[in-house]
C-alpha cells in the first residue's frame, strides 16, 4: 500500500517591518530601528518614504540597510526596482501601478526578493506568482492610517492561497498585535506592520516583542 505523503509543517509567521513613511532624522531612526530588530524576530525591513525624492530614499537606505543586514533582516525598497538596484538593496515590493515584475526582474537580476501588492485578488496574486514574485502582499485587512485603502479582503483569501500556492503570500493593513494572530491563523506567512511599531506607547522594540509574541501563540 502506497504511503500518504508527508506534508512537512507551514514554518511560524514572521514579522515584516515598514519604515514610517518620513523620517526626520535618521541617525535617530537607525538607532530606534536597531533596538526594535535587536528585540525579536524580524524577517525583513521594506524602506518605503512617500513621498520623498531620490536623494533622500538613497539617503535612507544607506542609514537603514547596514543596520538591518547586521540584524541578518532582509532588505526591500518599495516601488522602485532602479533605486534598489542602485543602492544594493535585497529586493523591491511594487505596486499594480509600479513598475512590472519583468521590469523589476531585469533590474534587479535573479537572486532578488520581488514583492507584489496584489490587494484582495486571488487573480492578481496568482499572475504574480506565476510572473516569478517571491511573495505576494493582500491587503489592507484592517483600517490604517499609513496610506490610503480602497480593497478589504476577508482573511479567507490568506487560507485558500495556502492550501493552493506555495508562494509565500504577507498580510498588511492595520495589524496590530491583537490582530495579527487572527491572520497568522489564517495561513499568512508575514504580518507588514508599520504605524502599530514605530507609534506603539512602549516604543517599537517593545511593539516588536508583542507582535512575536502574539504570533508564537498562533503559530
Not at 505596486?95 to 514583492?115: K, N, T, V, Y
Not at 495556502?162 to 495561513?187: F, K, M, S, W, Y
Request: a negative charge; one cysteine or more; proline letters at 8%.
Amino acid at each position: 500500500m502506497a504511503r500518504e505523503p508527508v506534508v512537512p509543517p507551514r514554518p511560524p509567521c514572521r514579522l515584516y517591518l515598514i519604515t514610517p513613511p518620513a523620517i526626520a532624522d535618521l541617525n535617530a531612526f537607525a538607532r530606534v530601528l536597531d533596538e526594535a530588530l535587536a528585540a525579536s524576530d524580524v524577517a525583513a525591513l521594506q524602506i518605503r518614504l512617500k513621498p520623498a525624492d531620490d536623494a533622500a530614499i538613497l539617503a535612507a537606505v544607506a542609514a537603514l540597510a547596514p543596520v538591518a543586514r547586521a540584524r541578518g533582516v532582509a532588505v526591500l525598497l518599495n516601488d522602485r526596482p532602479d533605486l534598489a538596484a542602485r543602492s544594493g538593496c535585497d529586493g523591491v515590493h511594487i505596486g499594480q501601478s509600479d513598475a512590472s515584475l519583468a521590469e523589476a526582474r531585469r533590474a534587479l537580476g535573479p537572486d532578488a526578493m520581488i514583492g507584489v501588492t496584489c490587494h484582495d485578488s486571488r487573480e492578481l496574486a496568482m499572475d504574480a506568482a506565476e510572473a516569478g514574485a517571491d511573495y505576494v502582499a493582500f491587503g489592507a485587512f484592517f483600517p490604517t492610517t499609513t496610506k490610503e485603502t480602497a480593497h478589504r479582503p476577508d482573511p479567507e483569501v490568506l487560507t485558500i492561497w495556502q492550501e493552493t500556492v506555495e508562494v509565500p503570500c504577507v498580510a498588511i493593513g492595520g495589524i496590530t498585535p491583537e490582530n495579527a494572530g487572527d491572520l497568522a491563523r489564517a495561513g499568512a506567512d508575514f504580518v507588514a506592520v508599520s504605524a502599530a511599531v514605530w507609534g506603539h506607547p512602549e516604543g517599537a522594540a517593545a511593539a516588536v516583542r508583542a507582535f512575536n509574541q502574539a504570533l508564537a501563540a498562533n503559530a
